[in-house]
């Protein structure tokens, strides 16, 4: 028997009628998309309390499921994992003082429409604002979801055209929204583009589709893919139920066309905020070809405070994978920092003492060592002719120091300097 489960649509009400060739086509389901209260009613057993809370929440949020992930809910348990992240609560109208309407500064370090410019060599590009499936923990809620529209072509040009002008941008994330709500020509068009600029050497693309909707992931749209190579895919299982018979195939279908995958959940309070959880899903992730990539700390932006837990909860989870599972099962586990500061990988103290000498260190059993240092600890630096290419020196941070372009580094407006 598969380790994978797959959908029986057919015990849902709402689709015993719908064929297997409707139920796999991906804009079958997208005509389908769950929106409003009665067609959910008929999903999941609502009641009153939640369906006037729902209403409540509609209010301020839209709601979107496909009717796969729909089908992935469990009709009468409120605590649903596949639920809980699909389907609005009253918590998400209350704002906390620490919520912010962009946490990630993605506006802020935007120098073109849906482009945001941090990393010196990579940007991130929108090139929509609508997805199939909107999560109920999204960072980006203040733009995703708000209405059903593509960005316009005039848009996309001018992003096209930062990236052309700046050369230090080798690489570029297709991010949303979900870029595969678009059809396979328009991709197509953002991708021969981007190959034609000489110094992008990778393209990514953020997407859920292949957990929320894998009937996207055609055989026609992997065959485009494979024109553009090398190509990326990171997307984002957050629980071991969402790894299903149909989701498998859809990440079969990339990795059998060259696509790497990667993995980015988001840790969820009630959802995967538990060490066996999170090792169960990155050991079956790696099953489907997925490499578990990243765990994000929930973000600070408005509606979601419900889905945070402690920073802590994560470093227990890597606690608890490192060496208890192959390293290639081991994500980062970062914080986004808000108001533009990247993403901070944290990990467990394996580092206990230092010398000039020794270093002590522990393993994840707890076993206790030294590390001795080689006599001579200077690099012999500075004979080739690698550090002389410009366009590798140090552009900002803590790399000009480490590198002694830089003595110190200050924040700007200290206070001190003014006196």
């Known amino acids: 028997m598969s380790q994978f489960a797959t959908i029986e649509y057919c015990k849902t009400e709402l689709y015993k009628n719908v064929t297997h060739e409707e139920w796999n086509n991906w804009k079958w389901q997208l005509k389908n998309v769950i929106r409003d209260i009665p067609t959910l009613k008929k999903i999941i057993n609502l009641g009153a309390k939640e369906e006037s809370d729902l209403e409540s929440c509609l209010k301020k949020f839209r709601m979107a499921i496909t009717p796969y992930y729909a089908s992935l809910m469990d009709k009468k348990y409120k605590r649903c994992v596949i639920r809980l992240q699909a389907v609005p609560r009253i918590m998400e109208t209350e704002d906390k003082h620490e919520d912010q309407g962009d946490p990630l500064h993605e506006d802020v370090d935007s120098p073109a429409p849906g482009l945001t410019h941090r990393y010196p060599d990579r940007v991130l590009f929108l090139i929509t604002h609508v997805c199939s499936m909107y999560c109920r923990y ?61 110094h992008v050497e990778i393209i990514r693309i953020g997407s859920r589709m292949p957990v929320v909707l894998p009937q996207r992931i055609t055989a026609k749209f992997v065959e485009m893919i494979k024109k553009y190579h090398p190509v990326y895919v990171n997307t984002h299982f957050n629980h071991p139920r969402e790894i299903t018979l149909e989701s498998k195939n859809a990440c079969s279908r990339l990795a059998d066309a060259g696509v ?13 905020d538990c060490p066996y959880i999170m090792k169960s899903l990155v050991q079956k992730l790696l099953a489907v070809r997925v490499k578990p990539y990243y765990i994000y700390q929930c973000d600070l932006s408005k509606g979601i405070s419900h889905f945070r837990t402690s920073i802590t909860k994560g470093i227990e989870i890597i606690e608890n994978l490192r060496g208890h599972t192959t390293g290639m099962a081991v994500p980062t586990f970062v ?11 944290l990990m467990p103290n394996y580092l206990l003492a230092q010398s000039d000498r020794r270093l002590v260190l522990r393993n994840y059993e707890g076993v206790i060592t030294t590390y001795t240092q080689p006599d001579n600890v200077f690099s012999d630096c500075g004979k080739c002719h690698i550090c002389d290419r410009e366009s590798l020196k140090p552009l900002d941070g803590v790399a000009k120091l480490l590198s002694g372009e830089k003595l110190t580094l200050e924040p700007e407006g200290l206070i001190r300097r003014k006196r």
Do not use: H, W
Not at 159 to 166: F, K, M, P, S
Not at 335 to 345: E, L, N, W
């Open 260 to 272: 790497p995958i990667g993995n980015q959940s988001v840790l969820l309070k009630d959802i995967n």
């Open 138 to 198: 999204c960072t980006r809620r203040r733009v995703v979801g708000v209405e059903d529209s593509f960005f316009a072509q005039k848009a996309v040009e001018e992003g096209l055209a930062y990236i052309r002008d700046n050369k230090s941008i080798r690489d570029v994330l297709l991010s949303g929204g979900d870029p595969l709500m678009l059809p396979d020509d328009r991709i197509e068009y953002v991708l021969s583009e981007l190959r034609k600029i000489p």
């Open 335 to 345: 914080v986004d920092a808000p108001g533009g500061g990247g993403k901070i990988p």
